[in-house]
């Protein structure tokens, strides 16, 4: 029970702190991974209460952040989540095409600023700033001391770092590493490991994000996915409870015979 | 089951469908339309391909990809900032995009299994499985947000923040490793709740009731 009890914990958190697009993330994995489930043993008509209860609240959850949306752009009216900036993506990637030179920028956006994130900017002030902020100053003449970036979108980042060339190599390089997730969901879910297969779908569901996300990086998918597993394992070595038993020992495979036997049953 | 795959493809195909009609009722030219109907039939067909074949990444991607792309093309229809002609080249480099990630989706081969890779993912299986884990993090995680509280001066200030406030870009590391604690709080409860609640929580397990609509 502790864990349902967590997971409504997070959720009236992420609602406080008015995080609109953690609650979605909140709900969408378990979803997800119902029905794969369910697709793999084709029992997709067996409907389940937690399916059930998740797409009921992403109905609430997706009214709730249309409501804030819209009021935070100072509109009354709901038709202004279509045209008001929520998806400016393709406008900001036809306006960088037309400010920046073809490659511009050589990498900065893709490969620098993503690898550099984690540097406190008090250590380094001179740290790049990832192209949905740079735009807010270079196109949108914003001031300084501004907090907001908009979504540069995959054509303008592709292209201010690398020009129409890297729009072509960079799709080509984003399909092979979604390719890779997507496998390693289906060995996971297969394996019956269900914390790689949540690991998984939650950087698969990132990338889904990425064509409109302010920090639209291809490489945040990967950096974010390393820094993830060096965060957990060095998390779980303070915490105690991983020393590579399983590795050694060989202990382990009997719990995850176990898991596989409990999710067949399932 | 071949009929719930249908009712599922028909979703997909009425969303889609959906927000083409959208976009191209906003279009007004021939230069536009044709590069809308290329772009959203191979994201359509894309979307129905992987959704069949369980490709979670590359499915969510190109629901993603047209509501974000088409939804912007009608909206900057509305607001008329640019010509017909800039909105179909950027349409067809779009395009291109696509084509490139679904060729090298579909080409590459990536059956061969990491052997380290693996063990990594058993070592991650089995941390996010562990009770005591998850217990150490929500601590942490609790832990964090008390000082977000006691740096705002306030519970009832920390609730009222606007979200530049909660946003400072000079603390944006501390973003970044809540974002990582939130993640591994998230995937770990998530991992719990299902390897025991068939054993805590059988009240939310309605499979056997439900099972005889499947037969």
Known sequence: MYPFLILILIFLLSTVEGSTGALIGLLVPIVVFFVLDRLKNRKLLQLNWIVFAAVILLAVVVSYTAVVRTKRSGSDDLSSLVYGRTFDALENSIRITETYEPGEHLGLNIIVY???NFVPRSLWPEKPIGLGRRIMFDIYGAPSYTSVSFAPGLLGEF??????FGILVFGSLFGLI?????????RSLNAGRVGSC???????????NIPNSPQGYLLRLIITGIFQIIFTLILARIIGCFKLTNKKHGLGSKSKKEKTMLLKER | MSKILRIDI????AFEGFLTSFALLSSASMSEILPLVIFSSICTA?????????????TYFFLWLMIVYLIGFVRLKYWDYFSPDVLSANLLWLTAFVLSFV??????????????????????????????FLLGVFLVYILFYAFEIVESGSAVHFVGMSYAERHDPSSSYLFFIKTLLKSSLLISAYTNFIERRSKLVPIFNLDSYLSSFDR
Do not use: Q, W
């Open chain 1, 159 to 164: 292209y201010a770092d690398f020009g129409y």
């Open chain 1, 114 to 116: 993503p690898a550099v």
């Open chain 1, 198 to 208: 949540f690991l998984l779908l939650s950087l698969a569901l990132l990338s889904s």
């Open chain 1, 178 to 186: 979604l390719k890779r997730i997507d496998y390693g969901i289906l």
């Open chain 2, 46 to 58: 894309a979307t129905i391909r992987y959704y069949m074949r369980r490709r979670v990444g590359v």
């Open chain 2, 103 to 132: 060729f090298f989706y579909e080409m590459i081969p990536c059956h061969s299994v990491n052997p380290r890779l693996e063990r990594i993912m058993d070592s991650l299986n089995e941390i996010y499985g562990s009770f005591r």
């Open chain 2, 10 to 13: 028909v979703l997909i195909l």
